[in-house]
C-alpha cells in the first residue's frame, strides 16, 4: 500500500468535504435564499422568528420558521404553500393575524415558476426550529 503524500492529503480532504451532508446542505440553503431574493419573496417575509418588518412592526407576512412550525406533519402543506405562493391567499381567510402585519398574500404566478416555488416551500419546511 502506498504512502499518502502531502499533495493527496488536501485532494482526499476536498473530496470529502464536497460529499458531506453539511456543505450540500449550506448549498441548498443559499440557493433558496438567492432563489427567495431573486423573487421578492423578503419584501414581506424573514425567516426567524423574532424578525422586525419596517418600522420595528411585525413583518408583512409570517416569518418561514413559524410557517415551518405550523405545517410539521401536515401532508398536505407542500400542495398547499405553494398554491397560496402561486395563486395569493383572501382577507378572509387570514390566519397569521398574530405573526404578521399583511393582510392577504398577492398572487406570485408572474415572480416565480411553480417549480421554484415547491423548491422554496420545501426548504421552508425544513427550516429548524
Known sequence: MKRMTAIHLPLLLAAVL???P??????KDEAARQLATKSGCFI???IELDAKGPEGLKPVGPPWKAVAARY???KNARKNLTAAIM???SVYNRHWKEESSGVAMPPNGVAISE????KLVDWILALPK
Not at 417549480?115 to 415547491?118: E, G, S, T, V, Y
Request: with cysteine.
Open 18 to 20: 464536497a460529499s458531506s
Open 22 to 27: 453539511v456543505l450540500a446542505d449550506a448549498k
Open 44 to 46: 414581506c417575509h424573514a
Open 72 to 74: 410539521k406533519g401536515d
Open 87 to 89: 395563486g395569493g391567499t
Open 115 to 118: 417549480a421554484d416555488a415547491k
